[in-house]
C-alpha cells in the first residue's frame, strides 16, 4: 500500500505502488511507523517545503502541462493522496465528496470483511490548485465509506458544497465516471501528497489480486512508467482523455515477493498467481456512483449498487 514510508511502507497506499496492504503510503522523510503507514504530524509540512525540488528527474513524473490533467481539485491527507469528486449527478450544492484509499483512514486498516459506513470524522484535507499550490484546509464531517474488501476505497462528506468551494477558491470537483475503463487507456495518477503526476496506461486488469490478508477484485495495472511510490495511496486515476476519475491508486509490488503486504499477486479464474515486481495497481471506481442518490447520500440498497455492504 502506498503510504508514506522511511523504508518499505507495510501499507504502500493500495493504490499505485503505494501502500499496502501495499497501500501506497508517501516515503516519509523523517520515519514513518513502518506497522500502520502513519506519518509524523510534521511530515505533511517537511513535503510541502521540500517535495518541489524533489523527484523531478524520476521517470514516470510529469509536470502538469496546458490542457493537461492538473491538480486542481486533488487533496493532501497525513498520510495519502485523495481528491474531491462528484457522482455524474451530483448538485452544486450538495456537500462535496472526498475519495481516498480503505487503508489510508486515520483509524488504520479495515479488517478483511469489514466495511465501514456513516461514521464521525473531522479528518483535513489540503486542497490544490491546478499548480499544485495548497490553497485551503477542507475538513470531513462524516466518513460515509470504507473498506479493503474487493476494493480499497473510503470516501468522506465535507462540511461544505460543490458551490462554496468553487466560489471560495474557483476549484472543481473532478467526476467519477460510471463506465468500466479500457485497457489501453492513458491515464494520470495524480498525487496530492507529493505534487506528481504520474502518465501511463492501462496495461490491464487482474481478475483478484492479493495482498496480505486483503482481496481485491478487478484491478487496473498500470503499465510500467506509472512508477509510483509510498504516500500516492488515494490518488485519483484520471483518465486522460476526458478527465473523468476511472480508479482510485493503491499498491504496487516493490520486492518482486508472493502476495505479502507492499508485494501484491494476481490471481487468474483458474487461480493461477502471477508476480510483476517493479508493477502498480489500482481499484476502479466506476461501481460507486450507483450507490449515491439525492444530496450524494449513500444508499447501499440502491438498484445496481455492487459494492461490498456491511
Request: aromatic share 6%; net charge negative; proline share 5%.
Given at each position: 500500500m502506498r503510504k508514506p514510508l522511511v523504508v518499505a511502507l507495510c501499507a504502500l497506499a493500495l493504490a499505485g505502488a503505494g501502500a499496502t496492504p501495499a497501500v501506497a503510503a508517501a516515503p516519509s522523510p523523517t520515519g514513518a511507523d513502518t506497522t500502520t503507514g502513519a506519518v509524523p504530524t510534521t511530515l505533511t509540512d517537511v513535503v510541502d517545503d521540500t517535495v518541489?525540488?524533489?523527484?523531478?528527474?524520476?521517470?514516470?513524473?510529469?509536470?502538469?502541462?496546458?490542457?493537461?490533467?492538473?491538480?486542481?481539485?486533488?487533496?493532501?491527507?497525513?498520510?495519502?493522496?485523495g481528491s474531491v469528486v462528484r457522482m455524474p449527478d451530483s448538485a452544486a450544492d450538495d456537500p462535496a465528496l472526498v475519495l481516498t484509499n480503505g487503508h489510508c483512514l486515520e483509524s488504520g486498516f479495515p479488517a478483511p470483511g469489514q466495511v465501514l459506513v456513516d461514521r464521525a470524522s473531522s479528518r483535513s484535507f489540503g486542497l490544490l490548485n491546478?499548480?499544485?499550490?495548497?490553497v485551503a484546509t477542507l475538513r470531513a464531517d462524516r466518513l460515509v465509506y470504507a473498506t479493503m474488501t474487493d476494493t480499497d476505497a473510503a470516501i468522506y462528506r465535507l462540511g461544505t458544497?460543490?458551490?462554496?468551494?468553487?466560489?471560495?477558491?474557483?476549484?472543481?470537483?473532478?467526476?467519477?465516471?460510471d463506465v468500466r475503463p479500457a485497457a489501453g487507456t492513458a491515464i494520470s495518477v495524480v498525487s496530492g501528497y507529493w505534487k506528481?503526476?504520474?502518465?501511463?496506461?492501462?496495461?490491464?486488469?487482474?481478475?483478484?489480486?492479493?495482498?496480505?490478508?486483503?482481496?481485491?477484485?478487478?484491478?487496473?495495472?498500470?503499465?510500467?512508467?506509472?512508477?509510483?511510490?509510498?504516500?500516492t495511496s488515494g490518488s485519483p486515476v484520471v483518465d486522460s482523455a476526458t478527465g473523468q476519475v476511472v480508479a482510485v491508486n493503491n499498491t504496487g509490488n516493490e520486492d518482486g515477493e508472493r502476495c505479502t503486504v507492499n508485494n501484491p499477486c494476481e490471481v487468474d479464474e483458474n487461480g493461477v498467481v502471477t508476480v510483476r515486481k517493479g508493477i502498480n495497481y489500482a481499484q476502479q471506481t466506476y461501481l460507486f456512483p450507483a450507490c449515491f442518490g439525492v444530496d450524494n447520500r449513500l444508499e447501499l440498497s440502491a438498484s445496481g449498487c455492487a459494492v461490498p455492504k456491511p
Amino acid at each position: 500500500m502506498r503510504k508514506p514510508l522511511v523504508v518499505a511502507l507495510c501499507a504502500l497506499a493500495l493504490a499505485g505502488a503505494g501502500a499496502t496492504p501495499a497501500v501506497a503510503a508517501a516515503p516519509s522523510p523523517t520515519g514513518a511507523d513502518t506497522t500502520t503507514g502513519a506519518v509524523p504530524t510534521t511530515l505533511t509540512d517537511v513535503v510541502d517545503d521540500t517535495v518541489g525540488t524533489v523527484a523531478d528527474t524520476l521517470s514516470g513524473l510529469t509536470a502538469p502541462k496546458a490542457g493537461a490533467v492538473n491538480f486542481a481539485g486533488t487533496v493532501s491527507l497525513s498520510n495519502c493522496s485523495g481528491s474531491v469528486v462528484r457522482m455524474p449527478d451530483s448538485a452544486a450544492d450538495d456537500p462535496a465528496l472526498v475519495l481516498t484509499n480503505g487503508h489510508c483512514l486515520e483509524s488504520g486498516f479495515p479488517a478483511p470483511g469489514q466495511v465501514l459506513v456513516d461514521r464521525a470524522s473531522s479528518r483535513s484535507f489540503g486542497l490544490l490548485n491546478s499548480s499544485g499550490a495548497k490553497v485551503a484546509t477542507l475538513r470531513a464531517d462524516r466518513l460515509v465509506y470504507a473498506t479493503m474488501t474487493d476494493t480499497d476505497a473510503a470516501i468522506y462528506r465535507l462540511g461544505t458544497t460543490y458551490a462554496q468551494i468553487k466560489s471560495a477558491y474557483g476549484i472543481d470537483p473532478l467526476t467519477l465516471s460510471d463506465v468500466r475503463p479500457a485497457a489501453g487507456t492513458a491515464i494520470s495518477v495524480v498525487s496530492g501528497y507529493w505534487k506528481r503526476i504520474y502518465t501511463c496506461s492501462i496495461d490491464g486488469f487482474a481478475y483478484r489480486m492479493k495482498e496480505g490478508d486483503w482481496t481485491w477484485k478487478d484491478s487496473v495495472r498500470y503499465t510500467s512508467a506509472c512508477n509510483t511510490i509510498g504516500g500516492t495511496s488515494g490518488s485519483p486515476v484520471v483518465d486522460s482523455a476526458t478527465g473523468q476519475v476511472v480508479a482510485v491508486n493503491n499498491t504496487g509490488n516493490e520486492d518482486g515477493e508472493r502476495c505479502t503486504v507492499n508485494n501484491p499477486c494476481e490471481v487468474d479464474e483458474n487461480g493461477v498467481v502471477t508476480v510483476r515486481k517493479g508493477i502498480n495497481y489500482a481499484q476502479q471506481t466506476y461501481l460507486f456512483p450507483a450507490c449515491f442518490g439525492v444530496d450524494n447520500r449513500l444508499e447501499l440498497s440502491a438498484s445496481g449498487c455492487a459494492v461490498p455492504k456491511p
